[in-house]
Structures are given as C-alpha cells and as structure tokens.
C-alpha cells in the first residue's frame, strides 16, 4: 500500500503510554498533570488544554492507532487524519471492517462494514479510506452544507469531480444520495475554507445571486484577494476566520490587523462595497443575509427553507466550529 501523496495534519500533542510508564512505577492517572485521552493513552493536561475541538478530535484518532495500529480510520477519522474539514469535536471514533457482517458500536468506536468496497491508503503511520471514499462517505451523513466543505476540500486536493460522482453513483448504498449529488454539483476547488464553502451553501439557500470566488485585485503594487464578488452589486464578501488576525506577538497581531484594513481601504476606493461575516452569522442564516443585503446584494430567488433548515442538523459532534486541513 502506496503512502499517500497528501499533507497530512500532524500529531497535535505528545500522547504517552501508560503501560510505558509503569515499567518505571509511575502511575499517570493519579496525576493532574495529565489526562486520559482514551484507555491507557495520557497527554499533559496543559498541552490538551489549548487544543481547539478539531486537534483534540485528531490526538483521539492519534491515541485510538497506538492501541489498535492495524485500524483502517474512516468517515470523519480518515477525514481529520487526511487533512479534510472536521466541525467541532466528532462524537466517535470511526474505522472501517469489511470482514464483519453488520456495523457495531463499542463505546465511542464505531466500527463501519458495506456491501461496497473502500480503497485504502496510508498516511504516515497509519490507515485510513480514501480522499474519494471518505468524502463520500461524509457527504452522505453530514448536513449538505459541511457535505459542500468536505466536497471542496477534496477538490482542492486534485481529485475530480467525475471521480466523486461516479463513485457514488456506483455504490449500492442510497442513503443520502441527494445530498451526495448536490454537494458534486455544487463542489468548488477554490474554496479556501470550510467556512467560505459553507457560506457559498447559504447564500445560495437564501436566494441570492452566485458570487465570483477569489477575485484579484491589483493595486499600487498591491494583490488583494477576495473571497466572493457580486460584480453587478459592485459587492465584496469576506468570511472571516480569525485565526489569521491571531499571533504570538502582540506587535504582528496589530500589524495583521492594520493590514487587513489597509486592504479593505484598497477595495472601497475602487467603488466596491465590502461586508463581512463570521461561522455564527453563517450558521444563523438570516444574520449573513441581512449583511449581504445592506451591501446592496440583490434577491433574485425566494429562499431555499428545507435547506436552511438543514444547518440545524447536528454535525455529529461534542462542539460547533469550523476546521480546514
């Protein structure tokens, strides 16, 4: 089994065996200072205390192939490992068995089976489905929207559209294949975040027109990017992350952010209407459409409310949130 040609999130945080530690008779989980991960896995509880849901998630997946090296990872567990989004802390552990006769659940391990084959790959030292297979996977189980993100994602890593299609035409299993097909219809490889896809997904729902995806813009030397463009409504949208305007020094958090309005002056001064949003306005639907209609976005549909409602599905985790491997 070829590795696979992918960058891969590494391990987020060291994880320590307890058996490992009793050779020298230290007992770990008499200790504050660490935590359990899962049976007989520890990590230092400050270390695991920074972690945002989606590095706990993968230190999970880290911590369930110490214990079970030959488990072929799956759904969001080959998604985490594979660099494809995960949202919030998935609730389970998922591997992929196709000797069993029947799916089962042991605790928070759930163990897949199908009468349709996987392909396997390895990444790093560990196994996991397919970027096709996993984003095929999920796109039948996950809101449509975060079926979109994971769809993007994995066009973004080279694999065609045609594939993902016709490997789900291909498989006899139907549940959610319209979810399946809508997300292939709507993928987009230039995406650059779970965020931007998840938006695209609601501005769609809410009736408005499909912006332009990163347009550049050149100026005194200046490239600035933008993540959607309504040309017609002379519109800019941004979907903020605010990781990017985060640093571990305080002088170049403020020069990220300086530059980030100097940016935006670039933008207005071409006549252009800028609006920004974040994943709690996206994810209340009605917040990002007021801020896309006071930038003079028109209406040009009614509202997709089936599909709205579908935000309200319960992404299969412990928190909300939005990841990009």
């Given amino acids: ?21 009793r050779i020298g008779g230290y007992q770990m989980w008499r200790d504050p200072g660490y935590i359990r ?12 205390a920074t972690l945002k849901p989606w590095q706990r998630y993968l230190a999970r997946v880290h911590a369930y192939a110490l214990v079970n090296p030959e488990a072929v990872f799956s759904h969001e567990s080959a998604a985490a490992l594979l660099g494809l989004p995960t949202f919030g802390e998935p609730r389970d552990i998922h591997v992929f068995d196709p000797r069993r006769a029947r799916s089962v659940r042991y605790g928070d391990v759930a163990v897949h089976t199908s009468l349709d084959s996987r392909e396997f790959v390895r ?10 297979d996993t984003t095929i996977d999920l796109a039948r189980v996950l809101p449509p929207a975060f079926g979109l993100a994971v769809v993007d994602a994995a066009l973004a890593t080279g694999v065609p559209v045609a594939e993902l299609s016709e490997l789900a035409a291909a498989q006899r ?7 399946v097909a809508w997300a292939c219809a709507h993928g987009d490889a230039r995406s650059e975040s779970p965020g931007e896809s998840v938006s695209r997904a609601v501005i769609g729902w809410l009736g408005f027109p499909t912006p332009e995806l990163q347009v550049e813009f050149r100026d005194g030397g200046y490239l600035d990017r933008v993540d ?15 990781d990017k305007y985060l640093a571990e020094q305080l002088d170049q958090a403020r020069e990220r952010i300086i530059a980030e309005k100097q ?24 917040a990002l459409g007021d801020a896309l209609y006071a930038a003079g976005v028109p209406l040009i549909a009614p509202p997709q409310r089936v599909m709205l ?6 992404p299969r985790s412990f928190a909300a949130g939005e990841r990009r491997g």
Avoid: N
Avoid at 173 to 179: A, I, N
Avoid at 263 to 276: A, C, D, I, K, S
């Fill in 1 to 21: 089994m070829a590795p696979l040609k992918a960058l891969a999130p590494p391990r987020p945080l060291d994880l320590f065996r307890a058996a490992d530690e």
């Fill in 228 to 242: 959607f463009l309504w040309p017609d409504a002379h519109a800019v949208g941004e979907s903020d992350g605010y």
């Fill in 173 to 179: 299993s139907r549940r959610g294949h319209r979810f």
């Fill in 123 to 132: 990444v790093g030292e560990h196994f996991a489905t397919s970027i096709a």
């Fill in 309 to 314: 409602k579908t935000l309200r599905l319960h």
């Fill in 37 to 48: 991960v899962r049976p007989t896995i520890y990590a230092l509880s400050a270390e695991w």
């Fill in 263 to 286: 940016r935006e002056g670039r933008l207005r001064r071409r006549g252009l209407t800028v609006t920004r949003w974040d994943w709690q306005m996206t994810m209340r639907a009605s």
